[in-house]
């Protein structure tokens, strides 16, 4: 039975997948937003929560009594719930009760975790055969397998298996491979051959879940592989930012293989007194001013908060001129409705806005005042410029930059222990807030920075420089870390070793060796 829009009574066994939250289906996504109370592992699964409206309760089990209680319950199951899964007496328990039910199919690791490891399933091969090796198995028989054979729950009878096939008539030559944690950062995988299976699996510490997979297709992984080889692959890269400033480097850094983490450093917060922004506000609406610009996104953000404060839109530029320094800031201020006059088309900053910036003319420029929104740390480089070129500054506290509160101790601990493959520095500001609330980070942790002088501030606080942007924009600082990434992942391969992340090279670090 089934029902296509639930309102009580409803139980909904959803596949979530092998493990990358993102091969939910459409179908899972759209019942999550619906369930009044979710059944699932947290561990594998609790991502999956974004889905949920807030509210949503995370039950353990019973779900015919909360449906027939009236609540509509989405059980996510492991994979795809109709393949080597246990939820049948569950399916039959709704039954049983006359509680509406529906079965949601979910990507199964049988094809996902191999597509992601650079084995094409069944490409050319009369057969694709999968087996449960929990279950009692006739090795022998399956190893007349013409195709591809996936082994599911193999992984600690692993050698055994390799051994019976072998027994059974299969080649010792026959690729194999075993990959763990599939589809997720922290997928690791072995391609080796039935004969070399023991002495490759000697150290490589597999658990569960991971698949075996035995046949010809496992020799085109060299040649298909893209998930593992990507840049920064199972990287943890430490971004120091303020949250809402993370978001589009992070979605970034995932692009790369990294798994980014993000530590606010900086606390924006408004001024102390509100009585400047509010006088150059109503200079702006007024015709104070010839000009305003932009540093920040954050100055971006404050002056539009003030204009919602006062009923105000962006129409209330018309006449003004308007200059901006980074992409970012640039970014925000077309997303305001606002598009720039002036942007540095060489350097990002306020010495590359001075050297485009037009000296003051008194027949061509009717007012010589330009309104400068900006943090109470700013330097005084852009006044300065600007008051030469004959223009006068209304220098104006828009936001203060604030040291945020410490993060929890195991992200202290990772920072100074070297849990960190990289370290973003987006600003002086974030290195010295960083290395203020958390510590210094490990000597094995790659650091990268934004510019010249983010570089000579962290190597005042004694951090050894990596990585530097070629251009001062976040997004130019992620592509640098991972062309990085990239050129010491090809030079472990031509060292003929295996690709390590910083991490993996401090003490106590553990190895694998494949």
């Not at 596949?15 to 699932?40: C, F, H, Y």
């Not at 150059?280 to 609406?285: H, M, Q, R, Y």
């Not at 539009?304 to 925000?332: H, P, Q, W």
């Not at 606002?338 to 007012?367: F, H, R, T």
Request: hydrophobic share 40%; charged share 25%.
């Amino acid at each position: 039975m089934s029902s296509d829009s639930p309102t009580s009574a409803f139980v909904a066994f959803v596949g979530a997948g092998p493990g990358d939250e993102n091969l939910l289906t459409l179908r899972g996504a759209e019942l999550l937003a619906k369930a009044d109370a979710v059944v699932l592992d947290e561990e594998l699964f609790g991502p999956l929560l974004r889905h949920c409206r807030a509210g949503v309760e995370v039950v353990d089990g019973d779900v015919v009594r909360r449906a027939k209680a009236g609540q509509r319950v989405v059980r996510l199951c492991e994979g795809d719930p109709m393949l080597f899964s246990s939820i049948a007496e569950e399916v039959a328990a709704c039954a049983a009760a006359e509680v509406d039910f529906e079965i949601v199919p979910g990507v199964p690791p049988a094809t996902a975790v191999l597509t992601y490891a650079g084995i094409p399933p069944a490409s050319g091969v009369p057969e694709f055969r999968i087996v449960d090796a929990a279950q009692e198995q006739d090795w022998a028989s399956h190893a007349a397998c013409q195709g591809t054979l996936v082994i599911y729950h193999g992984i600690n009878d692993a050698v055994a298996i390799g051994k019976a096939l072998m027994a059974g008539g299969k080649p010792d030559s026959t690729p194999v491979a075993v990959s763990s944690s599939g589809t997720t950062v922290e997928q690791f995988t072995v391609a080796t051959s039935l004969g070399r299976l023991q002495a490759d699996l000697k150290h490589a510490g597999f658990t569960e879940p991971a698949l075996i997979v035995v046949g010809d297709a496992v020799g085109m992984r060299d040649r298909l592989s893209w998930f593992e080889t990507k840049p920064l692959f199972g990287w943890r890269v430490l971004v120091p930012r303020t949250k809402e400033q993370s978001a589009s480097l992070s979605e970034q850094l995932r692009s790369y293989g990294a798994v980014p983490e993000e530590v606010p450093t900086i606390s924006v917060e408004p001024p102390r007194t509100p009585q400047q922004m509010d006088r150059a506000i109503k200079g702006l609406v007024t015709g104070r001013y010839e000009w305003v610009a932009f540093t920040s996104a954050n100055a971006v953000k404050a002056v539009r908060e003030k204009f919602e404060e006062y009923g105000l839109d962006a129409r209330a530029f018309a006449g003004l001129k308007v200059a901006a320094v980074g992409d970012a800031t640039s970014r925000a201020l077309v997303e305001f409705g606002v598009k720039p006059d002036l942007l540095p088309s060489g350097e990002q900053s306020s010495e590359g806005l001075v050297a485009e910036w037009p000296p003051y003319d008194s027949m061509l420029d009717p007012i010589n005042r330009v309104l400068l929104p900006r943090a109470d740390i700013s330097t005084d480089t852009l006044v300065a410029g600007l008051t030469e070129l004959g223009w006068e500054c209304d220098d104006v506290t828009a936001y203060r930059t604030v040291r945020a509160a410490p993060p929890p101790a195991p992200i202290r601990e990772a920072i100074k222990g070297g849990g960190f493959d990289a370290v973003l520095f987006t600003s002086s500001s974030t290195v010295r807030n960083l290395v203020g609330i958390a510590g210094k980070p490990h000597n094995v942790t790659v650091i990268a920075v934004i510019g010249p002088q983010t570089a000579k501030t962290a190597e005042e606080f004694g951090l050894r420089v990596d990585v530097m942007a070629d251009k001062p924009s976040a997004s130019a600082l992620a592509a640098a870390l991972s062309e990085y990434g990239s050129k010491q992942r090809q030079a472990a391969l031509a060292a003929g070793d295996t690709p390590r992340r910083p991490s993996q090279n401090r003490r106590g670090a553990r190895r694998r060796t494949k």
